[in-house]
T-cell receptor, first 111, second 113 residues
């Protein structure tokens, strides 16, 4: 079955630092890939998505590129803000099926 | 834009009691998913419905049951509650057509004492 592996956290950065959160997937075919963000005490918000190889998803300054050759979907942001502090989940899905999540990465941005 | 609605937002029950969680999907979404998130863990899939029929089943205990109604809302029924059932329960909805991105509700925090 499908699986998703994220870099272990927590990750602590200073404001305006560059962010990378690694995500790799395994799948029998070509899943759609997502990044979700969960702020403290809240639900999961869809941050960005990519549905096929070489697609780049982007939103709120975050980007991730679907790399078939490395089965990766790393999340990046050029300059993080304190308000980006949250837990980030990488996830995959094939067809109209369940989302398979990575273990989540807790990000803390210090002023 | 309308979002997924879940009720109640918080629920406190005692061991061996029952609980019912409700989910109202985004209008025109015909697929509903239920996930359970324990403290510090990633969400785990429980069950899903498409057009009122169960479409997939995950690690849902036999003590739990769910259904989707004619108006597409869904209910998760939990009986003989155990301390380990304390968690956040999320409902998500999507359309039955690609790319199947799922939109999550705010969750119901269930505490079993």
């Amino acid at each position: 079955g499908n699986s998703v592996t994220q870099m272990e956290g927590p990750v602590t950065l200073s404001e305006e630092a560059f962010l990378t959160i690694n995500c790799t997937y395994t799948a029998t075919g070509y899943p759609s890939l997502f990044w979700y963000v969960q702020y403290p005490g809240e639900g999961l918000q869809l941050l960005l998505k990519a549905t096929k190889a070489d697609d780049k998803g982007s939103n709120k300054g975050f980007e991730a590129t679907y790399r078939k050759e490395t089965t990766s979907f790393h999340l990046e942001k050029g300059s993080v803000q304190v308000s980006d502090s949250a837990v980030y989940f990488c996830a995959s899905i094939q067809g109209a099926q369940k989302l398979v999540f990575g273990q989540g990465t807790r990000l803390t941005i210090n002023p | 834009a309308a979002g997924v609605i879940q009720s109640p937002r918080h629920l406190i029950k005692e061991k061996r009691e029952t609980a019912t969680l409700k989910c109202y999907p985004i209008p025109r979404h015909d697929t509903v998913y239920w996930y359970q998130q324990g403290p510090g863990q990633d969400p785990q899939f429980l069950i899903s419905f498409y057009e009122k029929m169960q479409s997939d089943k995950g690690s849902i205990p036999d003590r739990f049951s769910a259904q989707q109604f004619s108006d597409y809302h869904s209910e998760l029924n939990m009986s003989s509650l155990e301390l380990g059932d304390s968690a956040l329960y999320f409902c998500a909805s999507s359309t039955g057509q690609g790319p199947y991105e799922q939109y999550f509700g705010p969750g119901t925090r269930l505490t079993v004492t």
